[in-house]
C-alpha cells in the first residue's frame, strides 16, 4: 500500500512540473505568418552565420600573408618552412654549386641544406629589388648608351693594332677556320668537351661583339640598333654561369651532350639539326604518362622512356633559362653572318 502512494505521488508532481501535462498544451494549428516569421528567423541566424564564417577565413588569410611579408622582410633570422621548398637532394647540390656555395655544411642535415639554399636564393631576391629590381634588358639597354663612346675608342684602338689581313682571313673563314667539335667525345673523353664548347661560344660571343660595334653610326642610333645592342650585352651576361659551369667541368652529362650537339651543327652550319638539339635542351622531349605510372609491382611501358637525358632544362631555374635562351641568341647570330650552303638548314 505504501509503495501504491509513493507511486502516486510521483505521478502528481511529474504532472505539475511537466507544462504539456499541466494543461500547457501547444496549439495545434499554426498561423502562416508564424511559420513566415520562424523561417525568416532561421534564415537570418543561418546568415549570420555565414557572414561570422567567411569573416573569420579573411582575417586568417590576412594573418597568414602577413606572416608571409614578415618572414620575406626577415630572411636572415626567419627560417623557412620546408614544406614550400621540397626539392630533391640532387637539385639541392646541383643549384648550391651553380652559387658558388659548399654542398654541405659540417653537421647540417638535408633538411638545413635545403632550408639554406632558400635563404640564399631570398636573399638574392631581396638584393636584387634593393637595388631597384629593374628589368635587365633594360639596365643593358642603359649600358649601351652609357659605354658607347669607350666603345668608340675601343674600337679606334683595335683598328689601329688589329692585322687588317687576318681580320679579313677571319672574316672570310669564320666558322670553318675553328675545328668542329667531335661528337663522339661525348661518350669516349667528356672532359675534353668542356674546353672546346667554351672556347667556341665565347668566340663566336665575341665574333657577335664585333659586328655590333662595326655597324655604321647611323645604324647604332637606331631604336632598332639599341635594342640590338642590348641584346648583345644581355646575352653575354646571362652566359657567365654557364661558362663558369664549364670552366669547373660541372655540367650534367645530359645537358654536356645537348650542348655539344648545338655547337658542332653550328660550326658546320647545320642550323636546322642545331635547333633541334636546342629544343631538346630547353624543353625536352620526354613522353607524358598518363594516368597511374606504376601499379603494384609492375611498370607502364613508357615508364622506362622517362630519363634525365629528355626532361626539359628550361625549367630547372631562372639561371638556366637564361643562359640557354642565350644559346639560341648565338645561333640566330651565326646563322646570320654565317648562312648554310643548302636552304634547308636554316632555322625556322
Do not use: C
Amino acid at each position: 500500500m505504501d509503495a501504491l502512494k509513493a507511486e502516486i505521488a510521483l505521478k502528481r508532481k511529474a504532472i505539475q512540473e511537466d507544462p504539456v501535462l499541466n494543461g500547457a498544451r501547444p496549439t495545434k494549428y499554426m498561423r502562416r505568418g508564424e511559420l513566415e516569421r520562424l523561417k525568416e528567423e532561421q534564415e537570418r541566424k543561418e546568415r549570420e552565420e555565414k557572414e561570422a564564417r567567411e569573416r573569420e577565413e579573411r582575417e586568417r588569410k590576412e594573418r597568414e600573408e602577413e606572416e608571409r611579408r614578415r618572414q620575406r622582410a626577415n630572411v636572415r633570422g626567419s627560417p623557412v618552412p620546408e614544406s614550400s621548398f621540397n626539392i630533391s637532394n640532387e637539385e639541392t647540390i646541383r643549384r648550391l654549386r651553380a652559387k658558388g656555395q659548399p654542398i654541405r655544411l659540417f653537421g647540417e642535415s638535408d633538411k638545413e641544406r635545403r632550408l639554406r639554399l632558400r635563404a640564399l636564393e631570398l636573399i638574392e631576391e631581396k638584393d636584387h629589388e634593393r637595388h631597384g629590381g629593374q628589368n635587365d634588358f633594360k639596365k643593358a639597354l642603359e649600358d649601351v648608351e652609357n659605354v658607347e663612346r669607350l666603345l668608340k675608342d675601343k674600337r679606334a684602338k683595335e683598328e689601329e693594332t688589329k692585322d687588317k689581313g687576318k681580320k679579313k682571313e677571319g672574316k672570310e673563314g669564320g666558322a670553318d677556320t675553328a675545328e668542329v667539335l667531335d661528337l663522339g667525345l661525348v661518350k669516349a673523353d667528356p672532359d675534353k668537351l668542356y674546353p672546346l664548347i667554351y672556347h667556341a661560344l665565347k668566340r663566336t660571343l665575341k665574333e657577335w661583339e664585333e659586328w655590333m660595334d662595326e655597324r655604321p653610326e647611323s645604324v647604332k642610333r637606331t631604336t632598332q640598333g639599341k635594342l640590338a645592342a642590348a641584346t648583345q650585352r644581355q646575352s653575354a651576361e646571362y652566359l657567365k654561369p654557364l661558362f663558369k659551369l664549364l670552366r669547373s667541368r660541372n655540367l650534367p652529362p645530359d645537358m654536356l651532350a645537348r650542348i655539344a650537339e648545338i655547337v658542332h651543327h653550328m660550326q658546320k652550319r647545320q642550323y636546322q639539326r642545331a635547333n633541334d638539339s636546342y629544343l631538346r635542351l630547353s624543353i625536352g622531349n620526354a613522353p607524358w604518362p598518363i594516368g597511374v605510372t606504376m601499379v603494384g609491382i609492375h611498370e607502364r611501358s613508357a615508364r622506362e622512356k622517362i630519363s634525365a637525358d629528355q626532361v626539359a632544362h628550361v625549367l630547372n631555374d631562372e639561371v638556366s633559362r637564361k643562359y640557354i635562351q642565350s644559346l639560341k641568341r648565338l645561333l640566330t647570330f651565326s646563322q646570320t653572318k654565317y648562312p648554310p650552303d643548302d636552304a634547308t638548314q636554316l632555322m625556322g
